[in-house]
């Protein structure tokens, strides 16, 4: 333990276990298994580190989790909705970069966490009426929402309720989503290393760090992506819907939380 110490960020057990359950639930998320497991990622992690030292150890590490999703779910996307979303995601990364220094996380967070119960409760309504009908692409709609999905990523690590507002309603098969989502955040976390790289949150530990959870990374996004590609589309979609709820109450908690506290 003390040679790893003197390499990584892992300064004790108690961190490298953290680091260990962080990377596997959200290996599971980057597999296609939902959202809510990708936003324990950091909260863990900041058990054993400082929030800004988590932040800067998963970016690397969700990279790695994107080479191998990429390929988990080759062949399956849809070119419309990327068209559509990853301008608007480059300018919202482009502007958090900016503005970064001067634009609340927590209050990033609470409005990211109520735009997804609204999200949610509004799907849970229409639904009662009986099955909803696929909604149309836009481009309207795609650069706005993905230019929303880039800026709260790059700001509060919250990319996906804005993305998913967007992505959901067009009623894919689960596979296509999943593969979609994939892409889509494969680009922002690659487009995300330059103004990371420029705010100085890499360091030798902290690429050394994720070298050492590369296995975990590997094996927990195959998971999850084999788990999915199992999943008939009736229990795929209510799945993501509860858990676009639960990343909705975790983002409320933690912005209330900051702000009040």
């Given at each position: 333990?003390?040679?790893?110490?003197?390499?990584?960020?892992?300064?004790?057990?108690?961190?490298?276990?953290?680091?260990?359950?962080?990377?596997?639930?959200?290996?599971?998320?980057?597999?296609?298994?939902?959202?809510?497991?990708a936003?324990?990622?950091?909260?863990?992690?900041?058990?054993?580190?400082?929030?800004?030292?988590?932040?800067?150890?998963?970016?690397?590490?969700?990279?790695?989790?994107?080479?191998?999703s990429?390929?988990a779910?080759?062949?399956?996307f849809?070119?419309?909705?990327l068209?559509?979303?990853?301008?608007?995601?480059?300018?919202?990364?482009a502007l958090?970069?900016?503005?970064?220094a001067y634009?609340p996380?927590?209050?990033?967070?609470?409005?990211?966490?109520?735009?997804?119960?609204?999200f949610?409760?509004?799907?849970?309504?229409?639904?009662?009426?009986g099955p909803?009908?696929?909604?149309?692409?836009?481009?309207?709609?795609?650069?706005?929402?993905?230019?929303?999905?880039?800026?709260?990523?790059?700001?509060?690590?919250?990319g996906?309720?804005?993305?998913?507002?967007?992505a959901?309603?067009?009623?894919?098969?689960?596979?296509?989503?999943?593969?979609?989502?994939?892409?889509?955040?494969?680009?922002?976390?690659?487009?995300?290393?330059?103004?990371?790289?420029?705010l100085?949150?890499?360091?030798?530990?902290?690429?050394?760090?994720?070298?050492?959870?590369?296995?975990?990374a590997?094996?927990?996004?195959?998971?999850?992506?084999?788990?999915?590609?199992?999943?008939?589309?009736?229990?795929f979609?209510?799945?993501?819907?509860?858990?676009?709820?639960?990343?909705?109450?975790?983002?409320?908690?933690d912005?209330?939380t900051a702000?009040l506290?």
């Open positions: 333990m003390q040679a790893v110490a003197g390499l990584t960020l892992f300064s004790d057990v108690t961190s490298l276990t953290a680091a260990l359950v962080a990377v596997f639930l959200v290996g599971l998320s980057k597999g296609g298994l939902g959202g809510a497991f936003l324990m990622g950091v909260p863990i992690l900041s058990l054993a580190m400082s929030p800004v030292q988590a932040a800067a150890l998963l970016l690397p590490v969700l990279l790695m989790m994107d080479a191998v990429l390929w779910w080759r062949g399956w849809d070119r419309a909705t068209w559509h979303t990853l301008p608007g995601a480059l300018l919202g990364i958090g970069g900016l503005t970064a634009t996380e927590a209050m990033v967070r609470l409005l990211v966490g109520i735009v997804a119960l609204g949610v409760a509004r799907m849970v309504l229409d639904r009662r009426g909803v009908a696929p909604r149309g692409q836009s481009a309207t709609r795609g650069t706005f929402w993905g230019g929303v999905a880039g800026f709260t990523s790059f700001v509060a690590h919250a996906g309720p804005p993305f998913q507002v967007y959901l309603p067009l009623g894919f098969d689960p596979r296509i989503y999943t593969g979609t989502t994939v892409i889509f955040f494969s680009a922002v976390n690659v487009v995300k290393l330059v103004p990371y790289a420029a100085g949150q890499f360091n030798t530990a902290t690429l050394t760090s994720a070298l050492v959870l590369l296995p975990l590997v094996g927990s996004t195959l998971l999850g992506a084999r788990i999915v590609k199992h999943l008939r589309a009736e229990v979609y209510p799945l993501m819907y509860g858990m676009i709820g639960l990343v909705g109450i975790k983002l409320v908690w912005g209330l702000l506290g």
